[in-house]
Every structure is written in C-alpha cells, then in structure tokens.
C-alpha cells in the first residue's frame, strides 16, 4: 500500500471536481491556472495512466466577458457564504481548500485557442502553448 503524503490533502481533488461541475452549472467555460495547470500538464506526461491527487490551492480563470448576472448568481448559491468577490477575482474555501477563481480583463493568445487535458475523470481546459503560458503567468491577470 502506498504511503501517503504528508503534503497531500485530499479534499483538493473534491474542490477541482467541485469547481469542475458549479461552472458547469453556471455554464461558464473555464481554464486551469498556475500551480494548478502545471501539476496537471506534468502528470499527464509522467503518470498517464495513474494520476497524482492535485495539491492546494485551487486556481482557474474565466474572461471577464463571461462573467454574467446568470453567473454570479449560480455561483453565489453552490459557494460559501464568506466568498470574496473582487473585479479581479473569487476567492473561497471548499472543504478546507482555498479556491481562486481569477477574472481576466485583458485578451491574451495563449488563451485564444485553449487545449484540453484530461485529469482522472474529467476534461480541463489549459493555456496553449503551455510553456509560454507558464513563463508569461504573473502577467496575466
């Protein structure tokens, strides 16, 4: 049996899959950002077949331009009620998890044309080209 991680929390996976199915129901795309794309592109190169749990924290993205009344909406009744909502972001704990849902003002090419990645039973949107996006991430807000 192997060893569990002390770094390993296992309600970040439930926070993804959580995430994963609100935005869904708010009929918003999303994409993954930060640690949180990077952890997913490395594994699918590495354990294609059997996938590493995701760590803390939670950070995807949405366009601004999608952020609608219908949105804030949905998302206000499946989140916390202490959620914070800024112009520039959502930040929230699931199940001990910190979520950031970050909200991009600007257009940027490495988010014209997402790719898909899949992550155990679900599909995620990336920035692509990757490694561009990763040497590009703090500017892109």
């Known amino acids: 049996m192997a060893k569990q ?4 929390h296992p309600s970040t996976e439930h926070a993804l899959f959580f995430l994963e199915d609100v935005m869904g129901r708010c009929m918003t795309p999303f994409f993954l950002l930060n640690e949180t794309a ?7 190169d590495t354990h294609p077949l059997d ?3 995701v760590k803390f924290p939670i950070t995807v993205g949405i366009r601004k331009t999608d ?14 009620p202490d959620a914070v909502f800024t ?6 704990n699931h199940l001990g998890t910190p ?21 155990k039973i679900a599909s995620f949107q990336i920035p692509n080209p990757f490694k561009k996006y990763w040497k590009m991430k703090g500017l892109i807000k």
């Open 5 to 8: 991680s002390e770094s390993k």
């Open 38 to 44: 990077d952890q997913i592109v490395r594994q699918k």
């Open 51 to 53: 996938p590493q749990d």
């Open 67 to 80: 952020c609608t009344e219908y949105f804030y909406s949905t998302l206000k009744m499946f989140i916390a």
């Open 87 to 92: 112009k520039n972001s959502i930040k929230f």
């Open 99 to 119: 979520v950031t849902i970050k909200i991009i003002h600007r257009k940027f090419a490495v988010l014209k044309n997402l790719d898909s990645v899949f992550y």
